[in-house]
């Protein structure tokens, strides 16, 4: 069974990728080798971090021009596409002068996990995985210096600067839940058929979207849930969205309305009066979607509007379906 991209761990193999810089230079596995480490910063035009973290990059990059380390942006897709020649443009902005590949479909980066930008990924020469730094980190260039020099040494990364830890205010309570039971539940949708635990068994997954009527961003989240449910529900999978109470009141005829007539989705909608339900799922925002495989367990989590969430979700169903 073909391993998710949220698996791949520090000291493992890269996943498999092969594109190439808008000058038409080769980026791929196989040019790994020929540089002590590879620097893929992904980042998104319209992210504020991003432009931030950048300059950060460049210092950085400068330093070890000398040193045969590359250094490439990877420009994502968050909300809004750009053209290349946008992208360089902010690119110009930030004053970073290296290479740059535009992965408009986010396949790279959501290879790689890039769930959130900027998400920079460190590759050593032996193809491996050697470190990854989230967010516009306080600490980015001391860090990355300390990895690169390491690299460079032929040395191991220091295990203080290989990966940072996981910021408690970032982490969703919600993911704490992968790799065990789902809590105990049942609910009907508003059509009449239950939902439980009971019913996982028959289904290779069952996709539960935590989601609010009025929440913007599961309403950009939703119509990329009902793309893969109209391609997977014949598969076996079941889609169900579970709404929840954000600060407003609906009634069952406005949440039908809002998700069904006006974003034009076909999945299945229960309404947990009270968010019971989310919060024995720990569904702290929305939308928090779970992937549950048939044993009952949690599979994973995405919590928010993902740019790559359709990579990400498609992936990990077909690894189920494929058990």
Do not use: W
Request: with cysteine; glycine share 6%.
């Amino acid at each position: 069974m073909k391993k998710p991209a949220q698996q791949v761990a520090i000291g493992k193999k890269a996943p498999s990728f092969d594109t190439q810089t808008i000058d038409g230079k080769k980026v791929a596995n196989a040019e790994l080798e020929k540089y002590a480490a590879t620097v893929l910063n992904f980042f998104a035009p319209n992210c504020g971090h991003c432009k931030k973290q950048i300059p950060k990059v460049e210092k950085v990059r400068k330093q070890f021009a000398d040193k045969n380390v590359r250094f490439i942006n990877v420009s994502q897709k968050m909300r809004k596409a750009f053209t290349k020649e946008q992208v360089l443009a902010t690119l110009k902005k930030t004053g970073y002068e290296g290479e740059v590949v535009i992965d408009h479909e986010n396949k790279i980066g959501g290879a790689f996990n890039a769930r959130g930008f900027p998400h920079m990924i460190v590759l050593g020469k032996s193809g491996n995985l050697e470190a990854v730094n989230r967010g516009n980190m306080a600490d980015l260039e001391t860090r990355l210096t300390a990895q690169l020099d390491a690299l460079v040494a032929g040395k191991a990364i220091p295990k203080k600067y290989a990966q940072a830890p996981a910021s408690k205010s970032n982490r969703r309570p919600a993911m704490d839940l992968v790799g065990k039971q789902a809590p105990a539940f049942n609910i009907d949708t508003l059509d009449g058929k239950e939902v439980s635990n009971a019913d996982f068994s028959k289904h290779p997954a069952t996709v539960l979207n935590f989601v609010a009527p009025n929440c913007g961003f599961c309403k950009r989240q939703v119509p990329t849930v009902e793309k893969i449910r109209a391609e997977y529900e014949a598969k076996g999978i079941r889609f169900v969205n579970i709404s929840q109470t954000m600060r407003k009141e609906y009634s069952a005829e406005e949440v039908v309305d809002i998700f069904k007539t006006k974003l034009k989705t076909n999945l299945e909608i229960a309404q947990d009066n009270g968010n019971k339900i989310g919060k024995l799922f720990k569904a702290t925002s929305y939308p928090t979607l779970f992937v549950v495989g048939k044993d009952g367990k949690v599979s994973e989590v995405f919590v928010g509007a993902k740019p790559n969430l359709d990579t990400l979700l498609k992936e990990r169903l077909d690894a189920l379906i494929k058990g």
